[in-house]
């Protein structure tokens, strides 16, 4: 009996031990999964480097804007932004007939003020815009009150409608002409003539509304003014009323001597049949009015000269000019990093219009650049003072003067090297976009923080340490 | 009145015994309560006051979750675990290839100087730890074993207590079972493994029961010769660790009694015949 007991024990002790053996590599299994795996970092005491880097564009030190008078079509455009041009080429091209029109008008006006006329065109009066009739409006992008300069879109009529009305009129003509052909075959010249006359104005009718149609119908202010009345709604058919009011500047738009100097203008540029001409050598920046638009009181380009050398204009932030300022040496990469131009220095920064940011401008010289390409500006800046400098991923908490991190201190435990963490407070110094400079943390050189941990970290936890950066 | 003297004298040892339980029930009552009734039961222990250690004999909540805890969540309790194993399972290994033989020419043998040779194995087996400590620490460390697992096994092969124990046994053997085996042609070695062993069986299962309820409580030399966590026993373990941790400390101390009861139950009659015959026979 006792003999049994004895065999019953022995058989459980040798139970007890392989039950012992297996349920250590559980419990490691289970520690091992409940460890938070941490990478870590060393902390490392040096100068915190800045990175300033800002994008901009090369444009030339001179330059020499066109203005042309306002309120003309442009039938072309020559060139586009970054073209280089001799003096004389063409840029743009006027609408001849267009041209001519304002001449006459023009001309007209003038000789109406030296037969008394008061010198003052619409000063403070309502002027009306017309649309052409029976047409739909989809869109009317201003409302009264608003200022509006001559040739600015005022409305927008329904594409698909005019291109319809284009469509029934163009079918109208070829009716009227069958008829007409048919009334000359007959000998029947009273109806011919008459039916002449009906496709002389449909005709003009139906120019009108394929240029309408060309234009995207679009309407244009003729006036510079306020707009003191809008006679329509989105979706009415237009009327031959005016669709429209804009009153007049107080000012006079034009002195007589003011017109006979546009006029003289537009004489010269009816001889050169329409072109406006590069003044001078260069290469052309800012050409933004389209074909069908009417000319403005702005520039209608701008020939950049390259003769006097190229500037780098970028803008920077406040935070930035803390870090770099007039005199110091940067460098400017073009063509994605291609092209790299070190030491140029900076020779202005101004703060810019907004008053938000600051322009920085750097005088580059080389040949292969042109005016309007984008480039890079990078300059790395020293910390005056060396820190004790951490990743940013390893500041939890931040705020802008302190945070708290994990240090990891490694200790021989029953199981070899443990690792387990100790929360530290640091003031934060400075900082960069990688880095957090802070003050000494009176630690061993070798001491480890964590800066990425698998689960939620606390004070005293022990970790698993995956790696080392 | 003979039956009154019965009773008395069973009521004596019975409250004896109970005293002497008493300690053995706490040590089970304890683990099976709550973690925050642990803390409640030992936060005296914690304070700087005058209250006492006060504790629920039956427990408000009663829960096996420090078990769990211990033999789920601690695997350092497992490392030390079977360090305890693999230093007392060496020593009770090389202990006896040592000292069977050793015994045994005591036993048996006649030769100069036995009898000083012999005297002189029951003075050392009388020095406490304490008093070796010294010179084992030189010579261990002059043979640069400090910090490793040797330190602790190496003195321990070469005790003398399990020669003095096992000599009783061989001793009772009579020496004619012995000539009549050397008559058959026995050499030395077969007279000892076939007559001696076996004879003295009870002699050395004794010394080893009582060498490994001795070894797996071992504190001084492990925490003498040993640095390094990695190296500890359970004995060095379960001081190690604080109030904040008696749950693991109570659970582990149940866990850690296992092993020595199981060896207990297994080689008590041996150890009952081992400390009989050394008893009767010197």
Redesign the interface.
């Given at each position: 009996m006792k003999e049994k007991f004895k065999q019953k024990a022995l058989k459980y002790f040798v139970i007890f031990l392989l039950v012992m053996f297996v349920m250590t590599f559980i419990s490691r299994m289970i520690y091992t999964n409940n460890l938070p795996r941490v990478t870590a970092a060393r902390v490392s005491s040096q100068s915190l480097s800045h990175q300033v880097e800002c994008s901009g564009t090369l444009e030339a030190r001179k330059k020499t804007p066109v203005f042309v008078p306002e309120g003309i079509k442009i039938a072309d455009k020559a060139v586009k932004n970054g073209d280089k041009v001799a003096k004389g080429d063409t840029l743009i091209r006027l609408d001849k007939n267009d041209l001519s029109e304002q001449i006459k008008k023009l001309e007209n006006e003038i000789s109406t003020d030296i037969n008394g006329g008061s010198g003052v065109y619409n000063a403070g009066s309502k002027n009306p815009v017309f649309a052409l009739s029976e047409l739909r409006i989809s869109e009317i992008p201003v409302k009264v009150g608003d200022h509006v300069e001559c040739g600015q879109y005022v409305m927008k009529l329904d594409p698909s409608y005019l291109y319809d009305k284009v469509c029934d009129l163009y079918n109208e003509l070829e009716s009227d002409r069958q008829s007409y052909n048919g009334y000359i075959e007959e000998g029947n010249n009273t109806s011919a003539d008459a039916m002449a006359n009906s496709i002389e104005v449909k005709e003009r009718k139906y120019n009108k509304y394929n240029a309408l149609s060309a234009n995207g119908g679009m309407i244009y202010s003729d006036f510079s003014g306020t707009v003191t009345d809008v006679l329509v709604k989105t979706g009415d058919i237009t009327t031959d009323s005016a669709v429209i009011m804009v009153s007049g500047d107080a000012k006079p738009n034009y002195t007589f001597s003011e017109k006979e100097s546009k006029l003289e203008k537009l004489r010269k540029l009816a001889e050169a049949d329409g072109n406006i001409q590069s003044p001078i050598d260069g290469v052309v920046s800012d050409v933004t009015l389209n074909t069908g638009n009417l000319t403005t009181a702005e520039a209608v380009a701008t020939v950049a000269d390259v003769s006097g050398g190229l500037i780098f204009n970028a803008e920077i932030t406040e935070d930035d000019t803390k870090l770099i300022s007039v005199g110091d040496s940067v460098s400017v990469r073009f063509r994605n990093g291609k092209k790299r131009i070190d030491k140029c220095e900076i020779t202005s920064i101004v703060k810019n219009e907004s008053g938000e940011k600051y322009n920085v401008q750097i005088p580059v010289s080389d040949d292969e650049l042109t005016v309007g390409e984008i480039g890079t500006l990078t300059t790395k800046v020293l910390s005056g003072e060396k820190y004790d400098c951490l990743p940013i991923e390893a500041v939890n908490n931040a705020s802008e003067t302190s945070g708290f991190i994990y240090i990891i201190d490694e200790s021989e435990g029953f199981l070899g090297k443990e690792y387990e963490l100790r929360k530290k407070k640091v003031n934060i110094k400075e900082k960069n976009d990688t880095m957090y400079g802070v003050d000494a943390l009176a630690e061993a050189d070798d001491s480890k923080i964590v800066i990425s941990s698998s689960k939620k970290l606390n004070d005293g936890q022990k970790v698993r340490l995956a790696a080392e950066k | 009145m003979k039956k009154i003297r019965f009773a008395s004298i069973y009521f004596l040892f019975a409250v004896i015994g109970a005293v002497i339980l008493f300690p053995v029930l706490i040590a089970v009552i304890l683990p099976i309560q709550d973690s925050d009734e642990l803390e409640r039961t030992f936060a005296p222990l914690a304070e700087t006051g005058s209250r006492y250690v006060s504790i629920d004999y039956i427990p408000q909540y009663p829960t096996l979750k420090n078990f769990s805890k211990l033999?789920?969540?601690?695997?350092?309790?497992?490392?030390?675990?079977?360090n305890s194993?693999l230093v007392v399972g060496s020593i009770l290994l090389f202990q006896l290839l040592v000292a069977v033989p050793s015994a045994w020419a005591f036993a048996k043998f006649r030769f100069k100087g036995k009898e000083l040779l012999f005297n002189l194995y029951v003075i050392f087996m009388l020095m406490p730890f304490q008093i070796m400590m010294l010179s084992q620490y030189i010579v261990l460390d002059g043979m640069h074993l400090m910090n490793t697992r040797l330190s602790i096994i190496l003195p321990a092969i070469f005790s003398t207590f399990p020669v003095f124990l096992i000599y009783r046994g061989f001793a009772d053997i009579p020496d004619d079972v012995e000539d009549s085996a050397r008559i058959d042609g026995a050499n030395e070695l077969q007279v000892l493994l076939r007559i001696g062993i076996p004879l003295g069986k009870s002699g050395i299962l004794s010394c080893l029961v009582l060498s490994f309820l001795d070894l797996w409580n071992m504190v001084e030399q492990p925490l003498a010769f040993i640095k390094?966590?990695?190296l500890?026993p359970l004995s060095l373990?379960l001081p190690m660790l604080d109030i904040k941790n008696a749950d693991i400390m109570l659970t582990a101390a149940i866990v850690t009694l296992?092993?020595a009861v199981?060896?207990f139950?297994?080689g008590q009659?041996f150890l009952e015949q081992g400390i009989i015959a050394t008893a009767l026979k010197e």
């Open positions: - | 033999l789920l969540y601690t695997p350092e309790f497992y490392k030390v675990f079977w194993i390094d966590k990695k500890f373990y296992i092993p199981f060896v139950i297994i009659d």
